[in-house]
């Protein structure tokens, strides 16, 4: 399952962090930075799956 929410965290990082940490901050905080481009959306994604924020 890890390896399904990196891949997501790359390509789609809202839903990424939907699944990790559901409807929080980190969620609203990722929709904001993918917003803002791509790439700041994948790494707050990728951060919050490899360590495993709850």
């Not at 929709?31 to 919050?48: E, F, N």
């Amino acid at each position: 399952m890890k390896i399904l929410k990196i891949i997501l965290a790359i390509f789609l990082p809202p839903v990424a962090a939907f699944l990790q940490v559901g409807i929080s901050t980190h969620f609203w905080i990722n929709i904001a930075l993918t917003l803002l481009g791509v790439i700041p959306g994948s790494l707050h994604g990728l951060w919050l799956v490899i360590t495993n924020q709850k």
